[in-house]
């Protein structure tokens, strides 16, 4: 199975989220946070309609402006309701800034410590607009928890992350063509300046298709195969503070041909595999893992092991990395060598992590004369250097 990534226009699917959320108990719950504890995260700026903050205690209550929200609360908008977050404390005023629209809930994490800083927000679903100054240096993070995928944009820049319930398909939009947004993966950067929405689907593919709306909410929206919030933008109805005006006159053909040049060409993203160079009487190794798969899931095999102990075991030790870019080593055992001098093995990744292109994969090999020799090959799935497959 391979993943593509290709251009094309997405069909617009009029499809609305229409969900009834009760109070407290059932607002959906994205799994795997960490407890974290400390300062507030975000604080609420202004709200709209029904906006219920359910805590990491278990109580709720309504969103109120001023109100922080701390790692592990959840926040929902209601219905046609909205609400606008900001960055840091209550007396916050100049950071990054977070808008819900309808039928939304996020999932709050505390700011990442090291260089830089991160504010993160779990999508369970819906539709949200993150904005970050250039003066505020902070960038925000929106995570999938279910879908192992983060979106990111940079000081200066906004996008707009879509989530559908329905299909499982998450969809980001830059706000502009100077913004640096990233997605699925922090090191995966869609190319804004080329007018691109960039969707990953509930299978694990990821297109790229140009943005056939001057609103990024809309776009997004769009690419997800959703329509909350886009009844707003195409109508022309106020949106929510410090929203960007803008048309949505349709370009001329000429424009639209032009932009259609410029767009990245479809690259394709294989299974992550490796295969060493075939010789006669010479070692030979390949892996493979599943496209999707998660944990990310594969297999490795080995022949013509000149020299290796029959009966002992292989150990391939690989290179691997989260969502967040930390990068770990996995030692699997695999084996036994057969009297045939191959072997084969299946191993399941970290939870949580995945081979990245140009990641380094080791086969230690027994032998019968003793010690081990070591097989260094490399990770490829057809994209940059660096980037998680998929």
Known sequence: MRTKLRR??????????ALVLVLGANLPTSTGWAQDSGAASFTVASASGNVIIKRADGTSEMARPGTPLYAND???SVGRSEAMLNTGGPAATSGASLLLYSDTTIGIRNPSSGAGTFYIA????????????????????????SAGAVAQVNPGGGMAVASDVGTGTIAVSCEDRQSQVFFPYTDDRVPCENNVVRTLSNNRTIDDSKADSNSPITAAVQAAGTNVAADKQSDGASQPQGAVNRSNSKESS????????SAPPPVPSPAPEMTSPTHPGQPSFSANCVVGSNP??????????TGAQVGANVTIVTEEKDTFGSITSQSITCGPITSSLGFTCGFTITSGFR?????????????????????????N???????RCP
């Open 8 to 17: 094309s226009f997405l069909s617009r699917l009029e499809l609305v989220i």
């Open 74 to 76: 959840q926040l929902a």
């Open 122 to 145: 779990d999508i369970a679903q819906g539709v949200v607009l993150a904005r970050t100054p250039q003066s505020s240096n902070q960038s925000v993070r929106i995570t999938s928890e």
């Open 254 to 261: 000429e424009e639209k041909e032009k932009e259609s040049s």
């Open 296 to 305: 990310q899931s594969c297999t490795a095999t080995g022949t013509t092991l």
């Open 355 to 379: 081979v990245f292109q140009n990641a380094t994969i080791d086969f230690v090999v027994p032998q019968a004369a003793g010690g081990n020799q070591v097989f260094r090959f490399f990770w």
């Open 381 to 387: 799935c057809n994209l940059a250097s660096g980037t």
